[in-house]
């Protein structure tokens, strides 16, 4: 039987939760099981690099592209700060890049949509089990992170959201291999029209090798960073934290 990196993914999210209701929080509280979940994780992200390299993921037709495309994670935001950007079409938004940059940025969107797009229609898997072909358009994140330049000691980037799981702030991570990947990019457009909220408006992140959750929504701030630890629940995203699942979401 074939078994899909999607639902190795959500199986290893409930098998963690299983241990906890089996009453096996011994076993999970353990830094040599952790730790060896973790190496495995490596391995797979190591494999998965080696086979790919820099290959891009699939692209589709426009004749090919899903009629209905549900949205995924949160369907709005009830930031009072996200709320007046909403509320003034983003006209006053921008976009704080800081870090371990050599030049802070602070871009609105209109400098985002000045600068070198990318177009591309891509398939997007959801750890849930559904997907959906949808059109995405915004610069890559590579031009923005040239733009700030980044500092030897850059190892992550880490997208900071306007919304909220289970209490605590929404956020992603991903590592300088897909930061830079031709196809990850800064969509501020969907379908050709510009992104709704629930779509996540005014921009979101399209890494487009990796499950629907590592794409983030609703960003307001990029920052570069050397390590993920100390940050938030210290497993580099919001799922990652809340339900354990792993941080290298590869298909």
């Given at each position: 039987?074939?078994?899909?990196?999607?639902?190795?993914?959500?199986?290893?999210?409930?098998?963690?939760?299983?241990?906890?209701?089996?009453?096996?929080?011994?076993?999970?509280?353990?830094?040599?099981?952790?730790?060896?979940?973790?190496?495995?994780?490596?391995?797979?992200?190591?494999?998965?690099?080696?086979?790919?390299?820099?290959?891009?993921?699939?692209?589709?037709?426009?004749?090919?592209?899903?009629?209905?495309?549900?949205?995924?994670?949160?369907?709005?935001?009830?930031d009072p700060v996200y709320r007046q950007h909403f509320d003034q079409g983003f006209a006053q938004w921008t976009l704080q890049v800081d870090g371990l940059v050599k030049q802070p940025l602070a871009l609105p969107l209109s400098a985002l949509r000045a600068l070198p797009q990318r177009t591309q229609i891509t398939r997007h898997d959801c750890v849930e089990g559904w997907s959906a072909i949808g059109k995405w358009q915004g610069p890559p994140l590579a031009a923005v992170l040239a733009q700030a330049g980044l500092l030897p000691s850059a190892r992550y980037v880490v997208f900071h959201c306007a919304d909220m799981l289970r209490g605590a702030p929404y956020y992603e991570s991903i590592d300088l291999v897909d930061a830079f990947h031709p196809q990850t990019i800064l969509a501020w457009r969907m379908n050709d029209q510009p992104l709704s909220e629930p779509h996540g408006a005014p921009i979101r992140l399209r890494v487009e090798r990796q499950l629907g959750y590592k794409q983030a929504k609703y960003i307001m701030r990029i920052e570069l960073r050397d390590t993920l630890a100390g940050l938030h629940g210290g497993k580099g995203g919001r799922w990652e934290d809340a339900l354990g699942y792993q941080w290298y979401a590869g298909i």
């Open positions: 039987m074939i078994v899909s990196r999607r639902k190795l993914i959500g199986m290893g999210a409930a098998g963690a939760g299983g241990l906890l209701l089996g009453g096996c929080d011994k076993l999970n509280g353990s830094e040599t099981f952790r730790g060896a979940l973790g190496s495995a994780t490596d391995l797979t992200m190591r494999s998965q690099r080696l086979l790919m390299g820099d290959a891009l993921a699939r692209e589709f037709t426009e004749a090919e592209m899903s009629p209905v495309f549900k949205a995924n994670g949160s369907l709005g935001v009830s």
